[in-house]
């Protein structure tokens, strides 16, 4: 019977020793093919990132007074700048022709104007200075604003404002009867009228909203915290679904929707994986600039990040990061610099990402740069 028992162990050993080859040479395959996707995706990276470059090409004549940002019109056709002060008009610059500034003119508001949002059918435009006034404009071919109406609630005062993607609500930032909210207003799609619907009370004072690309979850940001929400586009209504405390300096969403990326320090910016059905945040890993970053914004072609940096001539830069398969950045960036930066704020790219207009906040102009080795 012992004879039996040690030839059945000697048997299982021999198995043993026979299968430890057969293993070895799997776990070696398995980090060989490790070893050649890196390498294949640094290669790439390294190839990508050498063809990626850009130049300035010009900027726009001088604004009268300073604006503070700017949008575009749907269409990408007229570029709209303006200010948070007590300046009473928006200042209009033709952009048809991708890369170009024409036509430069000032378009007289009906009160200050602090926010400017556009509805998704590019037909009207909302204006708001810091009180409770929303001033309603119509948009013409020339991309002239001419003022229609105006919605009034003394309760609220305005940070913010953007139209809902499916183009049905104005979602209005700021405070509610002294409380911090959003305010939902219903857009009539047809008239562009608003009418109140809800407010819903949030934690503390917010900067700015973002929507994620498709358009199920709104992120709020301050100088404290970054929130999201999940909006209801039945009623209106948005949910909290979570919150990061942290401050936010600059924030933008990949075009496909998977990777977040937020400045929450003053030379640092994380990369997040986005769940895209909660709109919650993984994190990946922190790119380093070279200088204060105010504004962020991922390239049409999701291969680099942008940063607009700098609060003075001499400390400004337009830095930009590969952003890897992971969505994670490279910690290898570029940078593009010349006199004619001067604390560059909001950023937006053309349609197919060969344009980069910047507002130039201390030389109060648009500057257009030209993006080549576009993928």
Known sequence: ????????????????????????????LTQCDVLIKKNEEELRNQNIDEDHKMSMMHTSPNFSNTQDDFIFSVDKRHLYAFSNSSYTYITVLNTEY??????????????????????SDNKFFYASGSSGTIYIFKKKSNGDLV?????IDTLQSVNYLMVSPNNSFLYILGTYNATFAVTCLKKDISSGLLKFNR?????????RMLFSPDARIMYISSNTYLQWYEVNYDNGEIKFKGSFAIPVYGCCISPDGKYLYVSSGTFTIDAYERNKENGNLKYKNTGSTISEVNYLQVHPDRN?????????AASSYIEWFYIKDSGSLSMHYNLYTNSTLNLPGRMEFTRGGEFLYVLNYNNNNIAVFHIEGIR
């Open 1 to 28: 019977m012992l004879e039996i028992l040690i030839g059945i162990k000697v048997m299982k050993i021999i198995k043993f020793i026979k299968i430890i080859p057969i293993a070895l040479s799997i776990l070696l």
């Open 98 to 119: 991708p890369g170009s500034i024409w036509e430069m003119r000032e378009i007289t508001s009906v009160g200050s104007t602090r926010c400017l949002a556009v509805s």
């Open 147 to 151: 003022y229609y109406n105006s919605y």
């Open 199 to 207: 407010v819903i009370n949030i934690s503390s004072n917010g900067d």
């Open 304 to 312: 680099f990040l942008y940063a607009a940096t700098g609060n003075t």
